[in-house]
């Protein structure tokens, strides 16, 4: 949340020369207008707590990008060095974050997480 917040205010500090984007038409008009386009996102899931509800409110702050893991597995998808047995994919959880990522808008980043994940398998 800290996070948000100070690049928010940057990007409110420096607003001559970036703008906040939440879309790509908005990051296309930030080029027209030979600005910086800043775009927030969430690099590892493991910062909603496992809750949707702190998603939305990300999702209220400007965050649009979501990676499901990052050097770890969630509780509910399991990250690319996971392989074989303990690769249990994508949660009845995940598969419900992954739904309402979708209808917000928000972009699912699949960096990082392991292939059963991609293919939104659970093992």
Wanted: hydrophobic share 35%; net charge negative; charged share 25%.
């Amino acid at each position: 949340m800290e996070q948000a917040d100070v690049i928010n205010r940057y990007v409110e500090h420096y607003s001559e020369h970036m703008t906040m984007t939440h879309t790509a038409d908005e990051a296309r008009a930030a080029a027209k207008e030979k600005k910086i386009a800043s775009t927030m996102g969430l690099e590892g899931g493991h910062m909603i707590g496992s809750s949707l509800a702190v998603l939305r409110l990300f999702y209220d702050l400007g965050v649009r990008y979501m990676t499901l893991t990052h050097n770890c597995d969630t509780p509910w998808a399991a990250q690319s060095g996971s392989e074989g047995p303990i690769d249990k994919g994508l949660t009845e959880f995940g598969r419900k974050l992954v739904k309402e990522m979708n209808r917000m808008g928000m972009l699912v980043d699949l960096s990082h997480v392991s292939q059963t994940v991609m293919h939104g398998k659970s093992t």
